[in-house]
Structure formats: C-alpha cells, structure tokens
Nanobody, 123 residues
Framework: QVQLVESGGGLVQPGGSLRLSCAAS????????MGWFRQAPGKEREFVAA????????YYSDSVKGRFTISRDNAKNTVYLQMNSLKPEDTAVYYC????????????????WGQGTQVTVSS
C-alpha cells in the first residue's frame, strides 16, 4: 500500500509556472508507475502525464505537451509536475496516482490516489 500527498498548488497568472509535488509513503515507491490527472469543475477527470518506475518513459496529454514536465526522485519518494506557460484552461484539481503494473494514461489502471491540490490560473 502507498499513500500519496500532493502539494504546490495555488493561484498563478496566465503564463506563469508552478511545480506540483507528490510525496509517497512506503519503501517500494521505485516500483510504482506514477501519473498526474486533473479535474475541472463540471468535467471528467483527465490524464495529464505519466512516468515509468525508472523515469525512463514519460507520456503527456496533447493539451500539456511542451509545457508540462513530469519527473521523479526515487530517493525522495516524490514525483513532480513542472507546469510552465499556464493557461486559464489548466485550472483544475490535480491528483497524483500510482500503480505497480503499467505506465498508462488510463485512470482506472491506477490503484492509489492522493487527495488533490487546487491549481487556479487567473489574472
């Protein structure tokens, strides 16, 4: 079992940057594939980015590709989401998720979820 805690959200102006962190409990973090998802009010939860257990493979949604970067530090049990050139449409609650089977864009494949952190992009 792993517990996930996100941090780093907040209010930022369009064009600004934020870095989200997701700290994981447990000693087997390095065996988990990790993902970031987001959910805006009135919308379905959507995939943002994913990273393999080693960090060697990453995936991004088309809407964030080139602006967001997912990374991980297995020594610190933490996965990051660097968000640059933020747009108002990036406003959402951002969740990190973990699973031990597959690096995937599909939310239902993830077994563990954090509580989420709010990101608001507004002038």
């Amino acid at each position: 079992q792993v517990q996930l805690v996100e941090s780093g959200g907040g209010l930022v102006q369009p064009g600004g940057s934020l870095r989200l962190s997701c700290a994981a409990s447990g000693r087997t973090f390095s065996s988990y594939s990790m993902g970031w998802f987001r959910q805006a009010p009135g919308k379905e939860r959507e995939f943002v980015a994913a990273i393999s257990w080693s960090g060697g493979r990453t995936y991004y949604s088309d809407s964030v590709k080139g602006r967001f970067t997912i990374s991980r530090d297995n020594a610190k049990n933490t996965v990051y989401l660097q968000m640059n050139s933020l747009k108002p449409e990036d406003t959402a609650v951002y969740y990190c998720a973990a699973n031990r089977r597959i690096t995937t864009v599909v939310a239902s494949n993830y077994d563990y979820w954090g509580q989420g952190t709010q990101v608001t992009v507004s002038s």
